[in-house]
């Protein structure tokens, strides 16, 4: 059932994303979560990402957030998780610019009652460019 409950938070945050619900998106993160995109820029507390989170998607027209492939792991006895999740975004930046990213998040899950919420996600990013894929690409050991 814990494995079940994790992919349905993790389907529901990019969904949240598509839609733009900000406060289904919000919902999935623990109170005291944590939400690190690289280059040393994290943000600690529920309330904290969701502000970041909503001026961030406010550059945006569009995005389409579709999660690839990944892997969970689970301490039932202890309510606590791990796992890494390949995501895909394409999107219009409301310069009516196009783009394309490709990253995985490093997350950490955390069960409060009955219910899976991210402790915290580390987006690393592999490529972000050029819907052509054009640019250049990180490796998993490079990122």
Partial sequence: MSQTSITDLIHDYADAVVCRDGARWAATWDADGVWDLGGGFKVEGRDAIFDLWKGAMGGFETVIQTVLNGRVEIDEASG???GR???????EKSKGEFGIMVAYYDDEYVRRGDQWLFASRKLVPLYQGLPDLSGKFLTADSA
Avoid at 85 to 91: A, P, T
């Fill in 85 to 91: 999740q390949y995501i895909q975004e394409h999107f």
């Fill in 80 to 82: 606590r998780g791990h």
